[in-house]
């Protein structure tokens, strides 16, 4: 639940029961207001009956106004007048309603009678009913206006929130064009934007760094790599080297080779990363696939792996670099893990989709893991980088890559929608 | 040949002349753009070796020095960087190739004769080794007038054996002048054996002559 759906539901129940208390206080109150002011008006009456009967020496009427009067004989001698509620039945009317009375002694020629005046509660219970109910329409109103004025102020105190939520929300780290993201007057939040701007341009800067230091740190291995490489190609023109040095020499041309790719490789990851081939053209994945098949048909005959390929014209805008480095990877995965004896290669371009399929003496690889940095298997000589190569080149282009493993085959499927 | 090495980095320019000093060649080096320039001015080369980065500046002034002053040395640039920026630039002022660092002085030097052979000979362009004919525009070979049908790697290795005949060339620098640099599969290097042994035997079947020597292990020689 949102914050102000919370605070609308706090601030809800509190205003209606308050407003609940204060109309039962409020009812409470006027009609005891109300009742003082009956028992003030038969007070008057109770006055007025008294100068009746001391002026006429006779008891009044039993109706002699709006007022009931009645008279009881009793052979009390004292009574306390008292003040109550009764029913009133109004002569002109069958229906009785209800009244205010007061009874009280009067002596009258030697006789003691209990006196009843009744009044009409009924103009009071209207003023009441009316104020009771011009407060709850009230109270409606406030509510109504209440959960309104949240609605619509508090969407609006909280939308920097949002926009700055939805900043974090979209934030890409590679992106270098941080933005300000929210215009408010609220101290709370331009702290809170403040504070995340500052973040991510500190982030942004580190990563940059970080780049830049990669892609340094591998341009400047490259230098000594070609010193080393040239020097070898020197050393094995020397005659006088037996069988042993030769095989030690080869022993360093791999490794210095090994370095060179996997230096490579990380290059072509900070390239991506920083979006630096730019060189998109359109080509025809078919056509690209094709010409790798030639160029590693010697390797793949070598190694008696069985290749098939079924591909449809397949149009793609992408850097044409980045493209080959992608077939020849799946190419390299494909073939490095491929089995001894009898293996397979499958190609297939379905729709947008292409199907890289390869049998291997591995059975299912870790979907999570495979395309992480650095993930190999122990005995894979590669630089473990293939992959995740293939897995940014898709993020980069928008592309999906799955892995998969069915009848034996693991399946490389770029979906280039 | 005459050639001239701009490169800073000591051992590597010493590796390259020491590779490419042989009977014809004189090479001659300096590691910086003013020194070079100097050169440029004194001597004529036939091709110069340019390093991108070096310490007072960058290589391709050189390159508009010498179109300003009209010369037309064949130059390949080294470059550390392997840009296609740095490639293109390159390449529209002038130079004729372009090679990433790390690389194989076989590399170097076949990259430096094609270029070499390009601006010299012109159209009719055939290279002869021995009793080889080839033909490198009609990318034909003929031993004795007899011709002889080679695959496309086939011809490119035996013209990458050539550029480099008498030097042991090494297996790894011939796997990647064939099948790229960026193929990551170094476990085993078979497949080039039964390559070179295709196009020994279709020469020797010609000539008489085995042009090849193993070098144990390591890789090949061409003689």
Not at chain 1, 298 to 315: A, Q, S
Request: with cysteine.
């Amino acid at each position: 639940m949102k914050l102000a759906s919370h605070y609308n539901k706090a601030s809800i129940i509190i205003s209606a029961s308050m407003l609940v208390i204060s109309g039962l206080i409020y009812y409470l109150i006027i009609n005891y207001i109300a009742r003082k002011g009956l028992d003030d008006d038969l007070k008057e009456e109770v006055g007025e009956f008294f100068i009746y009967v001391n002026t006429n020496h006779a008891l009044p009427v039993a109706q002699y106004d709006e007022n009931q009067t009645s008279y009881v004989k009793t052979n009390l001698k004292s009574y306390n007048t008292r003040f109550y509620d009764a029913p009133y039945a109004n002569p002109n009317h069958s229906e009785v309603k209800p009244g205010r009375a007061v009874s009280g002694l009067i002596r009258f020629k030697g006789q003691n009678y209990i006196y009843t005046i009744i009044e009409s509660r009924d103009p009071t219970e209207y003023l009441i009913q009316i104020i009771l109910l011009v407060t709850i329409v009230l109270t409606a109103i406030l509510l109504l206006v209440l959960i309104i004025t949240n609605m619509y102020v508090l969407g609006g105190l909280w939308r920097p929130f949002y926009n700055i939520l939805g900043f974090l929300k979209g934030f890409n780290i590679a992106d270098t064009d941080t933005i300000a993201i929210a215009n408010t007057n609220v101290d709370e939040f331009k702290d809170l934007n403040d504070a995340v701007s500052k973040m991510s341009a500190r982030v942004v800067s580190e990563y940059q760094g970080l780049k830049t230091f990669t892609e340094n740190a591998s341009h400047e291995m490259m230098t000594p790599l070609s010193v080393i490489t040239s020097k070898l190609d020197n050393l094995i023109q020397d005659e006088r080297l037996d069988s042993d040095q030769l095989k030690e020499i080869t022993d360093i041309y791999s490794a210095s080779n090994k370095l060179s790719r996997l230096n490579q490789s990380l290059l072509i990851l900070v390239k991506i990363d920083n979006d630096l081939l730019q060189d998109n053209e359109t080509l025809d994945l078919s056509v690209v696939i094709f010409d790798k098949a030639q160029q590693f048909q010697e390797i793949i005959k070598n190694k008696n792996i069985t290749l098939t390929i079924e591909l449809n014209k397949l149009e793609i805008t992408a850097s044409k670099y980045l493209i080959d480095v992608m077939i020849n990877n799946l190419f390299s995965n494909a073939i490095r893990h491929n089995k001894i004896t009898a293996g397979e290669i499958k190609i297939r371009i379905a729709g947008r989709t292409l199907f890289f399929q390869n049998s291997s003496n591995q059975s299912e690889l870790d979907n999570e893991l495979i395309f992480n940095r650095f993930y190999k298997g122990k005995a894979s000589d590669g630089t473990g980088l293939g992959l995740a190569i293939l897995k940014n080149i898709c993020n980069n282009y928008g592309f999906e890559i799955l892995y998969k493993y069915c009848d034996e085959l693991h399946v490389f499927e770029i979906d280039f929608n | 040949m005459k050639l001239l090495i701009i490169e800073d980095e000591q051992g590597l320019c010493e590796s390259i002349q020491k590779y490419f000093t042989e009977e014809g060649n004189i090479c001659e080096a300096c590691n910086n753009l003013k020194v070079a320039i100097q050169k440029i001015d004194l001597y004529e080369y036939d091709c110069i070796l340019l390093d991108i980065g070096l310490p007072d500046g960058e290589g391709f002034i050189v390159l508009e020095y010498l179109k300003s002053i009209g010369r037309d040395e064949c130059v390949l640039i080294i470059s550390a960087r392997n840009s296609l920026e740095d490639k293109l630039k390159g390449l529209n002022i002038g130079a004729d190739d372009y090679i990433t660092k790390p690389f194989h002085l076989s590399e170097l030097k076949a990259r430096i004769s094609a270029v070499f052979r390009r601006k010299s000979f012109g159209s009719t362009n055939t290279l002869i080794y021995k009793e080889v004919h080839i033909d490198l525009l009609g990318r034909s070979v003929t031993v004795n007038n007899k011709k002889i049908v080679f695959t496309k790697k086939e011809y490119d290795m035996l013209l990458y054996f050539i550029a480099n005949k008498g030097k042991v060339i090494s297996k790894n620098a011939i796997a990647e002048h064939l099948w790229g640099d960026e193929m990551d599969m170094i476990d085993s290097f078979d497949f080039i054996y039964t390559h070179i042994k295709n196009l020994r035997k279709k020469l020797m079947e010609v000539t008489g002559t085995d042009f090849f020597a193993s070098v144990y292990g390591v890789g090949y020689k061409f003689i």
